[in-house]
């Protein structure tokens, strides 16, 4: 294998499929890889240690700063480690893609933001645990949790209008169109899910999932970018 310390070197060019947590998403990648005449290792990194991987590693791990990790420890990624981080970090492209907001980390600052009501209030760094905010004694309440947890990547939050409506767009560098296309440019990324805001006349980048549960149409063009 080419996963060194567990058993044989293996050749440079192998590919492998990492996950924490196995699920029909990477069946279907492997089975499209299969199509193309390609073979996979599927590798749950809970189960052992990984001290290299020679060849391409795609990323499939349910947590995305495990992703993150794992990939710096492969010749090839798919996504780059560094383009999941980016995404991650939403403050790296809500500037460019995203509607107005303001940051804040503290009770007391939110009640001097001046964005329209009600809002949308997310995690600068993407943790899943964004909700929407009618007031702003909501919005202290929910920041004074967040300040709470342990999790330090919780404790800076950004504040922005709440959408009309939102839908996800997939992409990959070889098949993407329009804002997603520049997203993926941005970062970096290979292939991402990306959430899209409507207001009014204007759309806005909202989220983008770097590490996203795929079907068995998306896992085919995920193989195309081995």
């Known amino acids: 294998m080419g996963v060194h310390g567990s058993g044989a070197r293996g050749e440079?060019?192998?590919?492998?499929?990492?996950?924490?947590?196995?699920t029909v998403s990477e069946k279907y990648i492997a089975d499209a890889l299969s199509t193309r005449g390609l073979a996979?290792?599927?590798?749950?990194?809970?189960?052992?240690?990984?001290?290299?991987?020679?060849?391409?590693?795609?990323?499939r791990m349910r947590n995305p700063y495990t992703a993150v990790a794992y990939g710096e420890l492969a010749e090839r990624s798919i996504n780059p480690p560094a383009a999941i981080a980016s995404a991650l970090n939403r403050l790296s492209w809500l500037p460019k893609f995203g509607p107005p907001h303001a940051v804040v980390s503290s009770d007391f600052a939110v009640e001097k933001?001046?964005?329209e009501k009600p809002w949308l209030?997310?995690?600068?760094?993407?943790?899943?645990?964004?909700?929407?905010?009618?007031?702003?004694?909501?919005?202290?309440?929910?920041l004074e949790h967040r300040l709470y947890m342990r999790n330090p990547l919780a404790r800076v939050s950004v504040v922005v209008p709440k959408p009309q409506r939102t839908y996800t767009v997939f992409a990959t560098a070889k098949a993407g169109e329009g804002v997603a296309k520049e997203v993926l440019k941005h970062l970096g990324l290979l292939y991402a899910k990306i959430t899209l805001g409507?207001?009014?006349?204007?759309?806005?980048?909202?989220?983008?999932?770097?590490?996203p549960p795929l079907d068995k149409g998306e896992a085919a063009l995920v193989a195309e970018l081995v």
Do not use: Q
Not at 12 to 22: E, M, Q
Not at 42 to 51: A, K, L, Q, S
């Open 12 to 22: 440079s060019g192998a590919i492998y499929i990492l996950t924490d947590s196995p």
């Open 40 to 59: 996979a290792t599927v590798i749950n990194v809970t189960e052992r240690p990984i001290y290299g991987i020679r060849g391409t590693a795609l990323l």
């Open 113 to 115: 933001v001046e964005v």
């Open 121 to 142: 209030l997310m995690t600068a760094w993407r943790l899943d645990i964004d909700g929407v905010v009618t007031s702003v004694e909501g919005a202290k309440s929910v």
């Open 198 to 211: 409507e207001y009014g006349r204007e759309v806005y980048v909202l989220d983008v999932d770097p590490i």
